[in-house]
């Protein structure tokens, strides 16, 4: 299997990924960088079918011709992190690993510890210790929680991402391997004759709308226009299109935190599958949307509220999960009436009802009760029993002293 490193163009094969890396990007050798040549499409998912509505209410409301919602949130672990990680454990435990590792403020590390628990395998979440998701990923058994004190996620990631621990399979965004796992969305929209002009999402990492668009390369399909979505001075990717760059970060938000962190998982100063997403978006003739307030999604659940075929189904995402919809709101200029949109809904509201609540506090009971009715398995508390175990680090460590302390004590 061969692949093109986004940054310098060179042709690289799997098994010199990493020493590609260090040689000739070691300043980013925690990103995302190669797309692959060809691949082998990999297997169907082994659970969870994902639902795609159509909502001629919010078409209308819109005013586009189609709008077709998929909700990730139905996702095992109720989010979109699923098609990452359980192809990361499929691929750990072939490999025979018994433990995995991943950098997460919440979703993906309960993704992966979800997936794990299922194997029979260990799971490492390296997190700030500001993380709200702690307690919870602590009251798994297969979890050790490694928290940075007085970190922010970049802190977190930078410090971990690309840490090798004997034994332990990198579940990270910098795993060139995982990509090809999200061709069952591409699959699942053919199958079902679902050609939509454009796909929204928010972009965190930018993995998903990546993965996405590889498999409508490598499967020889109809490819639509990716719009990648973030918030507000905290969306580097918008700023690393607009210069033609492949990479960008910012040093600080680049807006008042208090104005948009109800999308916690989505505001950063990097994006980690940054490359990946840029290519992606030049391949579609995509482009980002930035620019959401949290104003804007609790906008985007009003008009949610608009379809009650939707809420009637606990189609109900998360802040984070709701920013495509915010998008098409906030830019509804862009889009013309003849235009075929699928958003995304990337994560269940059932896991932030908090979030819910703080933005749309009218309509916040009747969103939790139909929330409790769909997927009542996903309803995040924490018990107070720490069946796992976190270590909690100064922020000064460094990688050889992780290490250590990880290899002696896990």
């Given at each position: 299997?061969?692949?093109v490193?986004l940054?310098?163009?060179?042709?690289v094969?799997y098994t010199?990924?990493?020493v590609?890396?260090?040689?000739?990007h070691p300043?980013?050798?925690?990103y995302?960088?190669?797309?692959?040549n060809s691949?082998?499409?990999?297997?169907?998912?082994?659970?969870?079918?994902?639902p795609?509505?159509?909502?001629?209410?919010?078409a209308?409301?819109?005013?586009?011709?189609?709008?077709?919602i998929?909700?990730?949130?139905?996702?095992?672990?109720?989010?979109?992190?699923?098609?990452?990680?359980?192809r990361?454990?499929?691929?750990?435990?072939?490999a025979?690993?018994?433990?995995?590792?991943?950098?997460?403020?919440?979703n993906?590390?309960?993704s992966?510890?979800r997936y794990?628990a299922?194997e029979g395998?260990?799971a490492?979440?390296?997190?700030p210790?500001?993380?709200s998701k702690?307690?919870h990923?602590?009251?798994?058994e297969?979890v050790?929680?490694?928290?940075l004190?007085?970190?922010?996620?970049?802190?977190?990631?930078?410090?971990?991402?690309?840490?090798v621990?004997d034994?332990?399979?990198n579940?990270?965004?910098s795993?060139e391997?995982?990509?090809?796992?999200?061709?069952p969305?591409?699959e699942d929209?053919?199958?079902?004759?679902?050609?939509?002009?454009?796909?929204?999402?928010?972009?965190?990492n930018?993995?998903?709308?990546?993965?996405?668009i590889?498999?409508?390369?490598?499967?020889?399909r109809?490819?639509p226009?990716?719009?990648?979505?973030?918030?507000?001075?905290?969306?580097?990717?918008?700023?690393a299109f607009?210069?033609?760059?492949?990479?960008?970060?910012?040093?600080?938000?680049l807006e008042?935190?208090?104005?948009i962190?109800?999308?916690?998982?989505?505001?950063?100063?990097?994006?980690?599958?940054?490359?990946?997403l840029?290519?992606?978006?030049?391949l579609s003739?995509?482009?980002?949307?930035?620019?959401?307030?949290?104003?804007?999604?609790?906008?985007?659940?009003?008009?949610?509220?608009?379809?009650?075929?939707?809420?009637s189904?606990?189609?109900?995402p998360?802040p984070?999960?709701?920013m495509?919809?915010?998008s098409?709101?906030?830019?509804?200029?862009?889009?013309?009436?003849?235009?075929?949109?699928?958003?995304s809904?990337?994560?269940n509201g059932?896991?932030?009802?908090?979030?819910?609540?703080?933005?749309?506090?009218?309509?916040?009971?009747?969103f939790?009760?139909?929330?409790?009715?769909?997927?009542?398995?996903?309803?995040?508390?924490?018990?107070?029993?720490?069946?796992?175990?976190?270590?909690?680090?100064a922020?000064?460590?460094?990688?050889?002293?992780l290490?250590?302390?990880?290899?002696g004590g896990?």
């Amino acid at each position: 299997m061969q692949f093109v490193c986004l940054l310098c163009n060179r042709l690289v094969s799997y098994t010199f990924i990493e020493v590609h890396k260090q040689v000739y990007h070691p300043e980013f050798s925690g990103y995302g960088m190669m797309w692959p040549n060809s691949y082998n499409v990999p297997q169907s998912r082994n659970l969870m079918k994902i639902p795609i509505y159509e909502s001629e209410i919010l078409a209308e409301t819109l005013n586009v011709e189609k709008v077709w919602i998929r909700d990730e949130g139905q996702n095992l672990s109720g989010s979109m992190k699923d098609y990452s990680t359980e192809r990361a454990v499929k691929l750990a435990k072939e490999a025979g690993y018994r433990k995995v590792m991943v950098v997460s403020c919440g979703n993906h590390a309960f993704s992966l510890a979800r997936y794990a628990a299922l194997e029979g395998l260990d799971a490492i979440c390296f997190t700030p210790s500001s993380s709200s998701k702690i307690p919870h990923l602590a009251a798994m058994e297969n979890v050790t929680v490694v928290a940075l004190n007085d970190a922010i996620f970049e802190d977190v990631y930078r410090l971990s991402a690309d840490l090798v621990l004997d034994g332990v399979y990198n579940a990270n965004v910098s795993n060139e391997e995982l990509l090809p796992g999200f061709s069952p969305i591409v699959e699942d929209l053919s199958t079902n004759d679902i050609q939509p002009d454009y796909i929204l999402a928010g972009a965190g990492n930018g993995s998903y709308l990546a993965g996405i668009i590889l498999a409508y390369q490598e499967l020889g399909r109809f490819m639509p226009k990716i719009l990648p979505v973030g918030m507000s001075g905290a969306f580097p990717v918008s700023q690393a299109f607009a210069n033609d760059l492949m990479i960008h970060e910012h040093n600080d938000f680049l807006e008042e935190e208090a104005l948009i962190d109800a999308a916690e998982g989505s505001i950063a100063v990097a994006s980690y599958s940054m490359p990946q997403l840029i290519h992606a978006m030049k391949l579609s003739d995509g482009q980002p949307l930035g620019g959401l307030l949290n104003d804007n999604l609790a906008e985007a659940y009003r008009c949610l509220n608009l379809d009650q075929n939707l809420i009637s189904r606990g189609v109900i995402p998360e802040p984070t999960g709701i920013m495509g919809l915010a998008s098409v709101m906030k830019d509804n200029d862009f889009f013309k009436p003849e235009d075929k949109v699928m958003v995304s809904f990337t994560g269940n509201g059932m896991k932030d009802l908090d979030g819910i609540r703080r933005l749309a506090p009218n309509l916040a009971d009747g969103f939790e009760e139909k929330l409790c009715q769909s997927r009542p398995d996903l309803k995040v508390e924490a018990s107070g029993v720490v069946l796992g175990k976190v270590i909690y680090i100064a922020k000064e460590t460094t990688k050889e002293e992780l290490k250590r302390v990880l290899e002696g004590g896990t």
